[in-house]
């Protein structure tokens, strides 16, 4: 019992030299932990104003620009979608005020229509930062850089991009889309077997596809020059 006793009182005895050590400890330094809790409230209440009466306003001004913008774009006219008309801001000038405010669509609106007008490097530029979740839309995206360098006559490359957006759209009907394109792209290269490869892919995982419908003559115009 008295053993008891005795554990019970070094026990307290190491609580209470505990305490007053954190007592002792808060009393030395307590200007600069008020200090810390001060600069953590400072910083909240600003990343909340920020938020509210500069960033969620921006955003809004973003869209609002953005829809006669798209527009334009859905219309075919993508020299103005991109610059806009003296009224309406373009995709570039949304850019260049807002960044991705209004969204990631913007860049690959701006990234088509650049690559509509020939402005192949600036596309490129704009697709690769889309970053969209719809899998559809980033597989199109990819796709569309494998068409700008396509035009650059940077066939390889475009060859990279166009199984990236075939990866990406896999096991849905555009998949089939971009293996063509890849299968296509390898043959102006003179790399049939790689061809070969993409168009039976096509031919075995997409047979209902619309590619599918002709890819035969794809596979028999290479097993003809072989």
Known sequence: ???????????????????SKTEEFFNKNSKYIYGCIT??????????????FILQPKKAEAMEQMVQAETWFAQGDYETALNGDGNFLG??????????????????????????????????????KYKGED????????SCIGDAYVNKEEVE????WFKKAAKTAFDTPYAAEYLIKAGIA???????????????????????????????????RIQNAQ
């Open 157 to 160: 490359t475009a060859i990279q």
């Open 91 to 128: 995709f570039l000038d949304i850019i260049d005020q807002y960044g991705a405010k209004g969204g990631q669509s913007v860049y690959f609106y701006a990234g088509v229509a650049s690559l509509q007008t020939g402005a192949y490097d600036d596309a490129i530029s704009f697709l690769k």
């Open 186 to 220: 390898a043959e102006s290269l003179g790399m049939n077997d790689e061809a070969l490869s993409f168009y039976k892919e096509v031919k075995d995982r997409y047979a209902t596809s619309p590619e599918a419908a002709e890819i035969d003559k794809y596979i028999t």
């Open 1 to 19: 019992m008295a053993k008891k006793v005795k554990e019970e009182e070094i026990r307290q005895q190491n609580v209470a030299e505990a305490v």
């Open 39 to 52: 600069a953590v409230l400072v910083i909240a209440l600003l990343v909340i104003c920020y938020n509210r």
């Open 135 to 142: 899998p559809i839309l980033l597989a199109r995206a990819q």
